[in-house]
């Protein structure tokens, strides 16, 4: 794709030109000249219907208010926004994203195979001239593009970036309950944090809310704990080393990942989850924590708009991070990079796709969208003043904080698919569930680590 591309042409039809009567010419000039004016529309009204998928909730949102400055500058489109839920994104959007029906712009989980599986079977259109054009490999940095490259083009663009996994408590609760959050919203060990959910249970309430049936929640507790039962550079190896000619530096059944999973495991025994866990998804735990059967909900930069709307007070909210595995060590953010847009091969409007791409991705919209959506605008660690303040308090501190307690990889999402977001929370489930034990669940952990060095996928997993 050229970058002349990006803007449509004027489409010229074939015009026959008739001898006769003035008026029987201009009658046949301007209808073709408004003909010619509606070039690729094809809805009632000269109208361009551009369909663009979303994640649900403060996503689609965020995206609908960036549709609404998009349609000003494009009077003849209409933005319409397909909102997916979190089990369809991650599994049967392939299905969509590659029928003759496709929408115009796709939303998918770079790390969860979606993405592999259409690229590699020819169904994305290049976005090189996009890249080119907005310099993407410069906003976004090495590491980034080199995660959005396959076979030396680029087919995606990141939307933006989320922290992951602090927990949310409610403020009341813990007022009646007589216990406190921890100083600078970190634990110094995991019997403080047992020593808080006792002190729940025993005013009566019930104390961490996850969605122990949604097909990621479970992942980001083992994300949460991972990083702080290793070293660092034992967690940077995780992340890396499962590639071919690395040496095998750390295993699954090692102490670090073990003490993880038996945190999980204690976690259950202990009641730190909610009655019934397994059976909830997010948006369930989300409703019992906004009525107060909850005093305590994990989730992620993108939590407080959610649960604004789903009844919570934001001034009754506080947050910290998890409890660490080792005590002493301080919980770092887990950062995902996965939230993405495709444009589909057999979309009908690509060239239009394209163009909504290239408004989207402009460092004030994206920074814009970012902020509504409770997340970060992908292009750089900094963000401005101007920026930072759209954001809600909660989200503020904890963009303030993130250097202070570290960054580090989601291993769910930075690890291929067979290691983590496709086996991991079937894993966790059947651990939890009883079906498994810690050192059984370790070992199938390890045995899909050894398949993958065996058999690597595709660099695009």
């Given at each position: 794709?050229?970058?002349?591309?990006?803007?449509?042409g004027d489409q010229r039809r074939d015009r026959k030109r008739s001898v006769g009567r003035f008026s029987i010419v201009l009658f046949v000039v301007v209808t073709l000249l408004i003909l010619s004016g509606c070039g690729n529309a094809g809805g009632p009204?000269?109208?361009?219907?551009?369909r663009v998928q979303s994640s649900q909730g403060e996503g689609a949102q965020a995206l609908q208010e960036i549709a609404v400055g998009f349609e000003k500058s494009h009077p003849n489109v209409k933005i319409s926004i397909e909102t997916l839920d979190d089990?369809?994104?991650?599994?049967?959007?392939?299905?969509?994203?590659?029928?003759?029906?496709?929408?115009?712009?796709?939303?998918?989980?770079?790390?969860?195979?979606?993405?592999?599986?259409?690229?590699?079977?020819?169904?994305?259109?290049?976005?090189d001239a996009l890249w080119k054009q907005l310099n993407l490999a410069g906003q976004y940095g090495t590491q980034t593009t080199s995660y959005y490259t396959a076979n030396n083009h680029h087919y995606a663009v990141l939307l933006d970036t989320l922290l992951?996994?602090?927990?949310?408590?409610?403020?009341?609760?813990?007022?009646?309950?007589?216990?406190?959050?921890?100083?600078?919203?970190?634990?110094?060990?995991?019997?403080?944090?047992?020593?808080?959910?006792?002190?729940?249970?025993?005013?009566?309430?019930?104390?961490?809310?996850?969605?122990?049936?949604?097909?990621?929640?479970?992942?980001?507790?083992?994300?949460?704990?991972?990083?702080?039962?290793?070293?660092?550079?034992?967690?940077?190896?995780?992340?890396?080393?499962?590639?071919?000619?690395?040496?095998?530096?750390?295993?699954?059944?090692?102490?670090?990942?073990?003490?993880?999973?038996?945190?999980?495991?204690?976690?259950?025994?202990?009641?730190?989850?909610?009655?019934?866990?397994?059976?909830?998804?997010?948006?369930?735990?989300?409703?019992?924590?906004?009525?107060?059967?909850?005093?305590?909900?994990?989730?992620?930069?993108?939590?407080?708009?959610?649960?604004?709307?789903?009844?919570?007070?934001?001034?009754?909210?506080?947050?910290?991070?998890?409890?660490?595995?080792?005590?002493?060590?301080?919980?770092?953010?887990?950062?995902?990079?996965?939230?993405?847009?495709?444009?589909?091969?057999?979309?009908?409007?690509?060239?239009?796709?394209?163009?909504?791409?290239?408004?989207?991705?402009?460092?004030?919209?994206?920074?814009?969208?970012?902020?509504?959506?409770?997340?970060?605008?992908?292009?750089?660690?900094?963000?401005?003043?101007?920026?930072?303040?759209?954001?809600?308090?909660?989200?503020?501190?904890?963009?303030?904080?993130?250097?202070?307690?570290?960054?580090?990889?989601?291993?769910?999402?930075?690890?291929?698919?067979?290691?983590?977001?496709?086996?991991?929370?079937?894993?966790?489930?059947?651990?939890?569930?009883?079906?498994?034990?810690?050192?059984?669940?370790?070992?199938?952990?390890?045995?899909?680590?050894?398949?993958?060095?065996?058999?690597?996928?595709?660099?695009?997993?």
């Amino acid at each position: 794709m050229e970058d002349s591309e990006l803007v449509m042409g004027d489409q010229r039809r074939d015009r026959k030109r008739s001898v006769g009567r003035f008026s029987i010419v201009l009658f046949v000039v301007v209808t073709l000249l408004i003909l010619s004016g509606c070039g690729n529309a094809g809805g009632p009204g000269g109208i361009t219907t551009l369909r663009v998928q979303s994640s649900q909730g403060e996503g689609a949102q965020a995206l609908q208010e960036i549709a609404v400055g998009f349609e000003k500058s494009h009077p003849n489109v209409k933005i319409s926004i397909e909102t997916l839920d979190d089990t369809t994104s991650r599994g049967p959007n392939i299905t969509v994203l590659s029928s003759g029906n496709a929408p115009d712009i796709g939303y998918l989980q770079r790390s969860t195979g979606v993405y592999s599986v259409l690229v590699q079977n020819n169904e994305l259109a290049s976005l090189d001239a996009l890249w080119k054009q907005l310099n993407l490999a410069g906003q976004y940095g090495t590491q980034t593009t080199s995660y959005y490259t396959a076979n030396n083009h680029h087919y995606a663009v990141l939307l933006d970036t989320l922290l992951i996994c602090p927990i949310f408590y409610n403020k009341q609760i813990f007022e009646k309950a007589h216990v406190s959050a921890p100083a600078n919203h970190q634990f110094t060990s995991m019997d403080q944090w047992y020593a808080l959910v006792d002190g729940l249970h025993k005013a009566g309430y019930q104390a961490l809310g996850v969605g122990g049936a949604s097909p990621y929640d479970l992942g980001h507790d083992l994300d949460a704990l991972f990083p702080s039962a290793v070293t660092r550079q034992q967690s940077d190896e995780y992340i890396t080393d499962w590639q071919p000619g690395t040496p095998e530096t750390v295993k699954y059944t090692d102490p670090g990942f073990i003490n993880t999973l038996q945190t999980l495991m204690d976690w259950k025994q202990r009641g730190v989850f909610e009655d019934g866990f397994l059976g909830f998804q997010v948006q369930q735990a989300e409703g019992e924590f906004a009525a107060g059967k909850l005093a305590m909900i994990q989730g992620g930069s993108y939590s407080p708009s959610g649960l604004q709307q789903a009844g919570v007070d934001l001034n009754n909210l506080g947050w910290f991070m998890a409890p660490p595995v080792i005590p002493g060590v301080m919980t770092p953010f887990d950062v995902y990079t996965g939230d993405s847009f495709v444009i589909p091969a057999h979309a009908k409007h690509q060239q239009l796709a394209a163009e909504f791409l290239s408004y989207l991705m402009q460092p004030d919209v994206i920074s814009t969208y970012a902020a509504e959506n409770g997340s970060i605008p992908p292009y750089s660690d900094t963000i401005s003043a101007s920026v930072l303040k759209r954001y809600s308090p909660l989200v503020q501190e904890m963009l303030q904080l993130r250097q202070q307690f570290g960054l580090v990889g989601i291993w769910d999402s930075d690890v291929p698919g067979e290691i983590g977001q496709k086996t991991e929370v079937p894993l966790l489930q059947a651990m939890l569930s009883g079906q498994a034990n810690v050192q059984q669940t370790a070992q199938k952990f390890q045995d899909a680590l050894d398949h993958v060095r065996s058999e690597p996928p595709t660099p695009l997993d």
